[in-house]
């Protein structure tokens, strides 16, 4: 099942690439919220399993909005993958990755236009994305799966300048300029997917691939994500975790290399889609 906040309302997209408005096909027992039915899922998923729907309607992408515009809270791990945390200079997490939030005002839909902060160095990060579909605290790595309503695509647009500066590094405030959170295009439901613990993901800026992974190269795949995270705090319906991201980050080249003026950056998860980010100075 793919479903998608078109113009801020929930939808469920078909097999033709077209939208059914759910509120209007469950007769109203399911809201317009695209976050709200994460509070509901499982009747959600039991609904949309046998709705006899109507035919959808066509829809561009850029009326998109984040699966999840609005959770309360947004986790991030780093150095998740082991590539990645080489060519950042840093040791391989052992125990638990270094977690951090990008505040949710940095939340956008898949297809962006993004200012670039002034005098920044601003860096690409794909990542697979999974929003929590069930409350979940001090779950086992063996049950994690079934906490998660599905996965889309992010990327976790960093400014190294903000991000590093200082005695203590600002993962938070670099990762959370105005549009640096953008995700979707749809939410995907696992089930949808080949293999869910092995997906590729990749970006290009203007055409040139520059990062491509597989989500099996995760060093805590998502399901110990959720255990990790649900055994220090509860995680909450329409939470956001972000998986972290494979290698070839602009940081870790040499020389370094920071998105610019006119840039196109095209993000994606092979199954679930892609993002579209054209940046402005
Ligand atoms: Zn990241």
């Not at 039915?37 to 046998?50: D, P």
């Not at 690409?124 to 695509?153: F, H, K, N």
């Not at 319906?237 to 610019?260: E, H, K, N, S, Y």
Request: with cysteine.
């Amino acid at each position: 099942m793919r479903t998608a906040n078109l113009s801020g309302r929930l939808v469920l997209v078909t097999d033709d690439e077209s939208a059914v408005d759910v509120e209007q096909a469950s007769d109203g027992r399911f809201g317009p919220d695209p976050q709200s039915v994460y509070e509901h899922w499982k009747a959600f998923r039991e609904w949309a399993a046998v709705a006899d729907l109507p035919p959808g309607r066509p829809f561009a992408t850029a009326d998109l909005g984040s699966p999840a515009p609005a959770p309360r809270q947004v986790l991030a791990a780093g150095l998740n993958y082991r590539a990645h945390a080489d060519e950042s200079g840093f040791a391989v997490p052992d125990t638990l990755p270094p977690v951090f939030t990008k505040y949710v005002s940095s939340i956008t839909g898949p297809v962006t236009e993004v200012r670039l902060p002034e005098g920044g160095h601003t860096d690409w990060e794909v990542e697979l994305v999974a929003v929590i579909g069930e409350w979940a605290y001090q779950v086992g790595e063996g049950d994690a799966w079934r906490y998660v309503a599905g996965l889309t695509v992010g990327q976790d647009v960093s400014e190294r300048i903000t991000q590093l500066q200082g005695p203590a590094p600002q993962f938070g405030l670099g990762k959370s300029y105005p549009g640096f959170t953008p995700m979707g295009p749809y939410l995907v439901t696992p089930d949808a997917l080949d293999d869910r613990d092995d997906l590729e993901l990749g970006c290009s800026i203007n055409g040139e691939e520059v990062q491509k992974g597989r989500t099996r190269d995760l060093i805590f795949s998502l399901p110990a994500l959720v255990s990790r995270l649900s055994a220090v705090l509860p995680l909450l319906p329409g939470d956001v975790i972000f998986t972290g991201t494979p290698a070839g980050v602009g940081m870790g080249r040499t020389p370094q290399r920071w998105l610019a003026d006119g840039d196109v950056l095209v993000s994606h998860v092979r199954g679930i889609g892609e993002l579209r980010q054209t940046f402005h100075a």
